[in-house]
């Protein structure tokens, strides 16, 4: 008998400060252990749901009871509902797509840094002082943010669903929260510097190329704007190319003509605005501990009303990184 076939699954393990519930498995059940084994590629959790015989996916999925057969299978469930979650925030993608860090704190308070590098110069010669790289510490913390859900269900209602079934529920509410993000990102990026257009209220692809410009060095690989900009983006004569249609029409994802991703955005950025940025420098993410979930009443069944949350914030890192492109205003 395997050792993760005789270790006690306790709540307790989802209250241990610094360390989510799989942590603490491998803490107790060390992976490695296992290389020479059958088990080898599972990581601590997914052997507990071997050994209690639960299947999660594929035509012979469990339903939901089959977690609460026992005291200790039941303390499994909460870290199901975690993990279904978190892949639906992964599912969501654009967060991991436009952000260059991804800091995970044990708190609620974080300090970032700033950066200023500078504008490049010409090689350093002989007795010139070279360029100086200023790193600080931010005058404010980062605004981090609670998102989650109240989920609302009698263990009745849920006992004999699928376990593929509620997961799909819970990857949508991981998506959610994962849109509610994108808007704190949004909002971190948008004290860029702003710049207009060529003409006021009137969008050419000389503005787009204008914008790439004012980003050098940077590379703006990543564009947000609201459904009727991107509209007009994707009116622009040199999105018909060859490479912008067979993106667009091929796979739905958008392209501009200066090979940025484009976004759209309807909760954050005004009509008529762009905001460009290089997402390997722009922004970082701050994380605080893991998804929770109310471990206790989804452990005893009192599903009525159970908490579901992550807590993230953003912060820029190098500011001169990310443009804001005005339609509305001419440039000077």
């Known amino acids: 008998m395997s050792f993760c076939d005789s270790l006690k699954l306790?709540?307790?393990?989802y209250n241990i400060r610094g360390k989510s519930f799989t942590e603490v498995l491998e803490s107790l059940d060390p992976s490695e252990n296992y290389k020479e084994t059958n088990l080898n590629g599972l990581d601590a959790y997914q052997r507990q749901l071997k050994r209690f015989n639960i299947k999660v996916s594929g035509p012979n999925c469990d339903k939901v009871e089959k977690f609460f057969t026992s005291t200790d299978s039941a303390v499994l469930f909460p870290e199901f509902i975690a993990r279904s979650i978190k892949q639906g925030m992964e599912a969501f993608k654009l967060i991991p797509e436009i952000t260059a860090a991804k800091t995970v704190i044990d708190g609620v308070d974080y300090r970032p840094i700033t950066a200023t590098t500078g504008t490049v110069v010409s090689p350093v010669t002989e007795g010139t002082a070279m360029t100086s790289v200023s790193v600080a510490s931010a005058n404010s913390l980062v605004n981090l943010k609670k998102h989650g859900r109240v989920f609302s269900?009698?263990?009745e209602a849920m006992r004999f669903q699928n376990l593929d079934v509620i997961s799909v529920i819970f990857k949508k509410i991981g998506m959610d929260i994962a849109a509610e993000q994108l808007y704190d990102a949004v909002t971190a990026l948008l004290p860029g510097t702003s710049m207009g257009v060529a003409t006021a209220?009137?969008?050419?692809?000389?503005?787009?190329?204008s914008l790439w410009a004012a980003i050098n060095p940077y590379n703006p690989n990543v564009m947000i704007a609201s459904e009727k900009t991107v509209k007009k983006i994707l009116s622009l004569t040199e999105m018909k190319d060859a490479r912008a249609g067979l993106g667009f029409h091929g796979t739905g994802e958008l392209v501009t003509p200066i090979g940025a991703k484009l976004i759209v955005d309807t909760l954050k950025i005004a009509d008529d605005k762009i905001l460009a940025f290089d997402k390997d420098f722009a922004l970082q993410m701050v994380q605080s501990g893991d998804v929770t979930v109310e471990y206790d009443k989804v452990i005893d069944q009192q599903l009525d009303k159970a908490a579901i949350s992550v807590t993230t914030g953003f912060s820029t890192i190098c500011a001169d990184a990310v443009?804001?492109?005005d339609i509305t205003t001419a440039a000077t």
Do not use: H, Q, V
């Open 201 to 209: 209220n009137t969008l050419t692809y000389g503005d787009l190329l």
């Open 153 to 155: 269900s009698s263990y």
């Open 10 to 13: 306790e709540k307790g393990m």
């Open 323 to 325: 443009k804001l492109l």
